[in-house]
């Protein structure tokens, strides 16, 4: 204490450099253990085995992003285009942005695996969820920059089909799928989630045993034809294979005194081409 120490000093004025630009090496690493970068314990702990998305759909998740235009490739370097980072700018819920959503979402489904929570409960909140974010989305008005943004930006966009591809269009395949969660036809209190095999409904620990097999006589029913099955009680006539294996004309019924192990969609043949 007290001693003076020579020397020279000087000043010298840096800025910092922002962090390098993900590879798709790095970014799927990034993605893989996202939630290492979660504050809350509880939800960091909940992602620690899960991450964003999954081993399969990554690299696909990133393939969407560069064709939509939200990312480009420079060189090995994945890049945010203007129009990429317009859209993280205007979400109007904080949330979409954020891994905390996720883990949010895990630490819940790790309650509903432990018995602590229903099924029920969570997809309700799931569905009220994207309903609320749907109408902060549409209510939001896209700002200046935003809109500066996306016109300085090109993105490639698949060609319309031709006149003539739209005519070779079957009706089967022009319905899409239902928007609007289907009501349970047989309990009329939950509605209708997928399951592994089939459709069930969001009360089936309450009792509700409607289900509704994915495949119908060694076909898969399509989500339009399970929309007209619960909304009318029968789907369209198509042709089916037959008994003999013979194509057949008929359409699936709604029969909600089937057993859970015959499904609620029974196939019903009709005469006439």
Same mark, same amino acid.
């Given at each position: 204490?007290?001693?003076?120490?020579?020397? $020279?000093?000087?000043? +010298?004025?840096?800025?910092?450099?922002?962090? /390098?630009?993900? =590879?798709?090496? =790095? +970014?799927? !690493?990034?993605?893989?253990?996202? %939630?290492?970068?979660?504050?809350?314990?509880?939800?960091?702990?909940?992602?620690?085995?899960?991450? +964003?998305?999954?081993?399969?759909?990554?690299?696909?998740?990133?393939?969407?992003?560069?064709?939509?235009?939200?990312?480009?490739?420079?060189?090995?370097? &994945?890049?945010?285009?203007? +129009?990429?980072?317009?859209?993280?700018?205007? &979400?109007?819920?904080?949330? &979409?942005?954020?891994?905390? &959503?996720?883990?949010?979402?895990?630490?819940?489904?790790?309650?509903?695996?432990?018995?602590?929570?229903?099924?029920?409960?969570?997809?309700?909140?799931?569905?009220?969820?994207?309903?609320?974010?749907? /109408?902060?989305?549409?209510?939001?008005?896209? @700002?200046?920059?935003?809109?500066?943004?996306?016109?300085? /930006?090109?993105?490639?966009?698949?060609?319309?089909? !031709?006149? *003539?591809?739209?005519? $070779?269009?079957?009706?089967?395949?022009?319905?899409? *799928?239902?928007? *609007?969660?289907?009501?349970?036809? #047989?309990?009329?209190?939950?509605?209708?989630?997928a399951g592994k095999r089939g459709w069930g409904c969001t009360?089936?620990?309450?009792?509700?045993?409607?289900?509704?097999?994915?495949?119908?006589? %060694?076909? #898969?029913? @399509?989500?339009?034809?399970?929309?007209?099955?619960?909304?009318?009680?029968? /789907?369209? #006539?198509?042709?089916?294979? %037959?008994?003999?294996?013979?194509?057949?004309?008929?359409?699936?019924?709604?029969?909600?005194?089937?057993?859970?192990?015959? %499904?609620?969609?029974?196939?019903?043949? @009709?005469?006439?081409?």
């Amino acid at each position: 204490e007290g001693q003076r120490l020579g020397g $020279r000093f000087e000043s +010298l004025a840096k800025q910092t450099r922002p962090p /390098t630009p993900h =590879t798709e090496a =790095t +970014l799927l !690493t990034a993605m893989e253990y996202a %939630g290492r970068e979660i504050a809350d314990e509880t939800l960091r702990a909940a992602m620690r085995e899960f991450g +964003l998305g999954t081993p399969a759909t990554r690299a696909a998740t990133i393939e969407i992003l560069i064709r939509r235009g939200f990312v480009v490739r420079e060189g090995k370097q &994945l890049r945010a285009t203007p +129009l990429g980072a317009g859209l993280i700018d205007t &979400l109007p819920v904080a949330s &979409l942005a954020s891994p905390e &959503l996720t883990g949010q979402w895990e630490a819940r489904l790790a309650r509903v695996a432990r018995g602590q929570e229903t099924r029920a409960a969570f997809m309700t909140d799931i569905a009220n969820y994207v309903r609320d974010v749907v /109408t902060a989305i549409r209510a939001r008005p896209v @700002s200046a920059a935003a809109a500066a943004r996306s016109e300085t /930006t090109t993105v490639t966009a698949p060609a319309p089909p !031709t006149p *003539a591809k739209k005519k $070779r269009a079957t009706p089967a395949s022009a319905p899409a *799928a239902p928007i *609007a969660p289907l009501a349970c036809p #047989r309990c009329r209190q939950g509605t209708l989630v997928a399951g592994k095999r089939g459709w069930g409904c969001t009360r089936w620990r309450e009792g509700c045993g409607f289900v509704v097999w994915f495949q119908a006589a %060694g076909r #898969r029913i @399509s989500d339009a034809e399970l929309g007209d099955l619960v909304a009318k009680g029968h /789907t369209r #006539r198509r042709k089916w294979p %037959g008994p003999t294996g013979t194509p057949v004309m008929g359409r699936l019924i709604l029969d909600l005194a089937a057993s859970r192990d015959a %499904g609620a969609a029974r196939l019903e043949f @009709s005469e006439g081409a």
